[in-house]
């Protein structure tokens, strides 16, 4: 889950590397480190903490080289310290890397044993020395595919060597990277927003392929040396689009562009006028749907959640049975999935590493695969045999927030689509629920004008120990969610339920120090949790309602209520997460967290 990026051109290359590092730091942010030519050789400056650290202690105006490659660390192996610290070298070869070399205690003791000495506690210091062992003898791009014949694990690595100044190796092999095309210069990273500020033509690379960075361009092969033809993709992203753009901290600035983000989402992919969604959108045809036997969800973190969320609006609008797993569990537990299955794998990046292998044993078990996932290129995509594409942007905050209104807007459209052609909703009431979608960004921005009552209840309640979150049916996993948001900027420990299980066990916790979110639109379960408002507040908790605007009565029942637009059930579901959003923003504002950058989370979780 670190953040790699390498440069060879025309310009400064240490200012564009701490430029694309700073874009990188989502992917990791408790030591970085920079290697540039210089008239000395390659020289390489490091440090424990943040890019601003690192920037501090490198007068970029003083610097004249054109060739620089640069890491951004989220620890997996070895503490956060300058030691630790990446680039790596090792004589003369310097490495950056992401990943996780799994036989790495083998190797430095194979290595040891030939007389190398480790300065670090990183898997990564074999690299530098295994290449080593063979550049002396061998040309940069052979002595790396020497060596990585000698490692297991994941890795996306940049490698650069005294005796080839200018040249950047690149390999990848279940870690993303990236390669960027400017006019004489070129670049390689981890994801596009590191160089979007120079270029916007990009390829991706595949598994096992290795990019080779020079002056006169780029070349792109195999690890084994096999010529690999790749396709241009141009980014349609913005480079403002991965700014602040006047807000505090990039999740705020995500959570304000969610109208837009639905709104593009949407934008092209059904027809109001008949009800029919694009099923093309989502690789599907009528008799890919009608041969459905059952549909696999598999996520991660908040797009779990989504995927949650997709199973009630699967299963209650098509009648399509529905399984949600963990990605992380399901390839360890036998699934029994076959060629008459549909697997939809959500990821925003694309690259999670436990969703790849979820996929991945899907594929190989005959199950069709459809991704829903942001990130054009991106390794689920390629692999997968359709792509939905969310184009909700570029997301920088750690915490997701519009990506997870965009997938549920996806699985909305996949619901109804599937429903048409089972005929468990006929174009009336397509219609309808297609009406209901247009209008949701509309109403996103109105629950969004709560922001600042929402930071008014976050003033009561920043200092509390503990949350609870309560949902039914579809709104549990929104529940789910809004705990979550709160833990991983917060550090609050909170935990979401269905709201019948309060009886269960989780009823002990409550007293009059513990606030209980409640989520409670005008569905069918709304007067049971009226009911589990009032067990609430008869055992002397705090209850902060949030609410449809038809349900004002509720108010009165509680300490805090928010209210939002009315809508569907399915859709309620998102309107109701934009107040668990700034809840959790304004809380951990208060208590003085780093929202954009929690401790020991990033973004792109790309080690299992």
């Known amino acids: 889950m670190c953040g790699i990026i390498g440069y060879t051109g025309n310009k400064n290359a240490v200012t564009v590397i701490l430029e694309g590092l700073k874009r990188l730091e989502y992917r990791g942010y408790d030591s970085a480190g920079i290697a540039f030519f210089s008239d000395k050789g390659i020289e390489v400056i490091r440090c424990k903490g943040k890019i601003r650290e690192l920037a501090s202690l490198i007068d970029a105006k003083t610097v004249s080289s054109t060739c620089a490659i640069g890491h951004t660390r989220w620890a997996t192996h070895g503490k956060p310290s300058e030691e630790n610290a990446h680039p790596h070298r090792s004589g003369g070869i310097v490495v950056v890397h992401n990943g996780i070399i799994e036989n790495y205690l083998q190797l430095r003791k194979k290595l040891s044993d030939r007389g190398y000495t480790f300065q670090s506690d990183t898997d990564t210091e074999v690299l530098c020395h295994l290449i080593r062992d063979f550049a002396d003898a061998l040309p940069l791009e052979d002595a790396v595919r020497e060596a990585l014949k000698e490692v297991k694990g994941a890795y996306a690595i940049a490698v650069i060597s005294e005796k080839e100044p200018g040249k950047i190796i690149g390999v990848r092999k279940d870690s993303p990277l990236v390669v960027g095309l400017g006019d004489g210069e070129y670049f390689i990273a981890s994801d596009v927003p590191a160089f979007l500020n120079f270029s916007r033509e990009v390829m991706f690379l595949d598994e096992e392929e290795m990019v080779v960075l020079t002056d006169d361009g780029v070349v792109v092969t195999t690890i084994d040396g096999t010529p690999v033809q790749k396709e241009v993709t141009s980014i349609t992203w913005s480079p403002a689009m991965a700014e602040k753009g006047g807000y505090r901290h990039f999740m705020l600035k995500e959570i304000f562009e969610q109208p837009r983000a639905v709104s593009d989402t949407i934008r092209g992919r059904f027809s109001l006028e008949s009800g029919e969604i694009n099923l093309e959108e989502f690789g599907l045809s009528i008799d890919a749907v009608t041969g459905i036997r059952k549909i696999f969800i598999v996520a991660c973190g908040t797009s779990w959640h989504s995927a949650l969320i997709g199973k009630y609006m699967i299963e209650d609008l098509s009648r399509i049975s529905v399984e949600v797993d963990i990605a992380s569990e399901f390839r360890y537990r036998r699934p029994l999935i076959t060629s008459e299955d549909l697997m939809v794998v959500i990821t925003q990046s694309g690259e999670t590493a436990d969703t790849l292998a979820a996929q991945r044993e899907g594929k190989r078990l005959g199950a069709r695969i459809l991704s829903i996932c942001n990130v054009v290129g991106s390794t689920s995509a390629r692999e997968a045999d359709a792509v939905f594409y969310t184009h909700s942007g570029p997301e920088i905050g750690v915490a997701s927030t519009k990506a997870f209104l965009t997938q549920v807007t996806g699985l909305y459209l996949l619901a109804v689509g599937l429903a048409r052609v089972k005929e468990t909703l006929n174009a009336q009431q397509a219609r309808d629920l297609l009406q209901d979608l247009l209008s949701l960004p509309g109403k996103i921005e109105r629950a969004l004008s709560s922001a600042e009552a929402i930071k008014s209840i976050a003033r009561e309640y920043f200092k509390a120990r503990g949350f609870i979150y309560l949902g039914r049916g579809i709104q549990y996993p929104v529940a789910l969610e809004g705990a979550l948001k709160l833990k991983e900027i917060s550090y609050i420990h909170a935990e979401g339920y269905p ?94 967290c780093d929202v954009d950058q929690p401790r020991n989370l990033a973004k792109s979780v790309t080690v299992e």
């Open 499 to 592: 709201a019948g299980e309060m009886k269960h066990g989780p009823i002990a916790l409550i007293d009059e120090e513990l606030p209980v979110v409640i989520l409670a639109p005008r569905d069918a379960l709304y007067e049971k949790m009226l009911t589990s408002i009032q067990e609430v507040n008869s055992r002397g908790g705090n209850v902060i309602t949030i609410s449809s605007e038809r349900n004002q009565d509720v108010c009165g029942l509680s300490k805090n209520c928010i209210l939002v637009s009315d809508s569907n059930p399915y859709l309620s579901s998102l309107l109701l997460a934009v107040p668990l959003q700034l809840l959790a923003y304004h809380i951990a504002v208060l208590r003085g």
